[in-house]
């Protein structure tokens, strides 16, 4: 059978699976009963050969080359993809092993355009894998086996590195760190780059961050004996239950001259439809403190009516609006909280959510919602998440959602929140979004899950001295430079805090940045600009020139922000806080340069270009045709759209 869309195609002969998309073809051979990888090539140049073991490898339930445990496989079928899955396609080949009662099914993804193969793995057995100690006896000898979701064998495989996203951003500011093979052959990190010849491969998870998953080993990659594999399936032998079924993470494999861009190109592609066109400017006032002293109906009419003249699309109620209690009654105190937890609080919001409804129309922004789904319950009450936060749907037509408190404390507390994305999503049409908190607790990181919304990525005071880690417009800088290398700047919420607020204790301990002051107001607005801008305050609390600053920048980002997404938005330049330029520069031509204070003002940052038009400057600013740009003052940026 043979089926497909686009450039994107799959064949399967009984005994042979091809898969086609963008230039590459992968054959996989399933006269096993398990796929075998036979060939990886892009166009027409092979880049691997055949596998000497079995693509996908589970310690304890692992398929046998003994003939009494031959799988069958029992199903193929093209199945169409969810619409949360953006434009992928889907073919699944389902087998069953009679010996041990297994059911094994193998998801095979492909994007159209997109020289990638996607893979995830559904398992159900009926007994328990034998011969596995407990965790901490296997560790001392040496014992955990890696499950494997995916191996190749590249015929001259070069360099080797990969890249580790380091989240729990409450304690950190070293996001993104980058590997070389160790002497065991292994690696840590979402994403393995190498080449096979002149081209390049990559391997990535599709999963939460190296750091903050359930698995029993200490690595992600593994190189032996000529085979590359991507290890970890996103539960353990620990997990498995008879007659329960497992889903594994999904991993994918791929080629291009650029392996970075395919990276990037598959998380756009990873955007539902009608969420592309979706993009929004939030006003969290959490960011200025004591938002739980002030929450109240005429406070939070205020702060709507000044988000709209911030510019604003969203304001996000945070933490507070509910009556059950607080954040910390479930994250500190352990508490459960079921749906009267959930309801308004009639005190403070006599009026309920209505008025400020009203007050979000009058205003023009939208209203939104801080939520924390049963992270103590393992979210096993997802069902009844989904209904409160749709219910708000229904009253109020509030389509977008933080999600904090999040802790994937086992497997099936990961998927639990899983089905309560899709739930949000299905249940409301395509409408929901969720800003995906990934500060603290376990998560899914910027890798995972990110096509159900934003990623809210770091909150950074200048008003709290017990920070771990305060706001700097530069670290800001640096943590969006270093991840737009793979991750689109669309999908992150990149905060600004007031400067009316800082507090100069905050910045007088030991090992902390310069205070933030250094800089001009209007560059810490300006780092947002390629991303979704996220104003942390309380903007009725402000002096009016920090309404008119905002205002006059977020103007710039709503003018140009589609144009911007359009297409992939990459890192220019050199690291935030070295000495030279920096930037970020769109496939659709705009362009945005930083100058730091301890920054040259000129450098050869950007393409050579046919001319350029300045679109909006902190000042003296130029762009020659050789791709040099010069801004004559320190602590500036500059916006251009080139030719």
Not at 14 to 30: P, Q, S
Not at 61 to 67: A, G, I, K, M, T
Not at 277 to 283: K, N, S
Not at 502 to 516: D, F, H, I, L, T
Request: charged share 25%; net charge negative; aromatic share 10%.
């Amino acid at each position: 059978m043979q089926c497909g869309r686009e450039d994107s195609c799959f064949e399967f002969t009984g005994t042979e699976l091809t898969l086609r998309a963008g230039g590459l073809v992968r054959c996989i051979d399933f006269s096993s009963g398990a796929p075998r990888t036979q060939e990886i090539s892009l166009d027409g140049a092979v880049l691997a050969g055949t596998n000497a073991g079995l693509d996908i490898f589970f310690p304890g339930l692992e398929v046998r080359e003994d003939p009494a445990f031959r799988p069958e496989i029992v199903r193929v079928e093209k199945v169409p993809a969810p619409a949360y899955d953006g434009a992928g396609s889907f073919f699944e080949i389902e087998t069953f092993e009679e010996a041990r009662q297994i059911r094994r099914l193998y998801r095979y993804i492909l994007y159209p355009g997109l020289s990638l193969t996607g893979v995830e793995v559904e398992l159900t057995s009926a007994v328990l894998p034998l011969g596995i100690l407990t965790p901490r006896m296997d560790a001392e000898a040496g014992m955990v086996p890696a499950a494997v979701l995916d191996r190749i064998t590249p015929l001259s495989p070069g360099k080797v590195r990969s890249t580790e996203f380091r989240m729990r951003t409450d304690y950190s500011n070293d996001l993104v760190r980058v590997h070389s093979l160790d002497g065991d052959g292994v690696l840590s990190g979402n994403i393995l780059e190498f080449r096979s010849g002149n081209t390049g491969m990559v391997m990535f998870q599709e999963a939460p961050p190296a750091n903050e998953r359930q698995e029993l080993f200490s690595f992600d990659f593994q190189i032996r004996e000529g085979s590359v594999c991507s290890c970890g399936m996103g539960f353990t032998v620990q997990d498995v239950n008879p007659g329960k079924t497992l889903v594994s993470h999904r991993q994918w494999t791929g080629a291009a001259q650029d392996t970075a861009s395919l990276v990037r190109q598959y998380y756009l592609e990873r955007i539902p439809a009608n969420f592309r066109e979706r993009y929004a400017v939030t006003v969290n006032p959490w960011g200025s403190g004591q938002f739980y002293d002030r929450v109240c109906t005429e406070f939070l009419c205020r702060e709507i009516a000044c988000a709209g003249k911030c510019k604003a699309d969203v304001y996000q109620v945070d933490d507070g609006y509910q009556a059950g209690g607080f954040l910390r009654d479930l994250a500190v105190d352990n508490r459960p909280a079921g749906r009267s937890f959930w309801e308004v609080d009639p005190e403070k919001l006599p009026g309920g959510l209505a008025i400020l409804q009203k007050a979000a129309q009058d205003a023009d922004v939208d209203l939104s919602l801080w939520f924390a789904p049963g992270m103590n319950k393992g979210f096993a009450d997802w069902e009844e998440s989904a209904e409160i936060l749709l219910d708000f749907h229904r009253k109020y037509g509030i389509d977008v959602f933080k999600l904090d408190g999040v802790i994937f404390s086992s497997h099936e507390a990961e998927m639990n929140f899983v089905r309560l994305l899709r739930k949000l999503f299905t249940g409301s049409g395509g409408k929901i979004m969720a800003n995906l908190d990934v500060t603290n607790g376990l998560r899914g990181g910027v890798g995972y899950l990110t096509g159900f919304g934003s990623i809210f990525l770091e909150n950074r005071y200048v008003c709290h001295q017990w920070v771990h880690v305060p706001y700097h417009p530069v670290d800001t800088l640096r943590n969006l430079w270093h991840l737009s290398c793979y991750i689109p700047t669309r999908n992150l919420q990149i905060e600004a805090p007031s400067i009316a607020e800082v507090v100069p204790e905050v910045y007088q301990k030991e090992g902390r940045p310069a205070s933030p002051e250094e800089y001009d107001f209007k560059f810490w607005l300006g780092v947002t600009l390629f991303a979704q801008p996220l104003l942390w305050f309380q903007p009725s609390m402000q002096p009016e020139k920090i309404l008119e600053d905002t205002a006059e920048i977020m103007a710039v980002h709503r003018k140009y922000r589609e144009k911007i997404f359009a297409g992939q938005v990459r890192p220019v330049g050199v690291e935030p806080g070295k000495e030279g330029l920096t930037g970020f520069c769109a496939e659709t031509g705009y362009a945005i340069v930083y100058r730091t204070l301890n920054a040259p003002g000129s450098m050869q940052i950007l393409p050579e270009n046919g001319g350029a038009e300045l679109l909006y400057a902190t000042g003296p600013a130029e762009l020659h045709s050789d791709g040099t740009a010069v801004l004559s003052d320190p602590g500036t940026f500059a916006l251009w759209k080139i030719r």
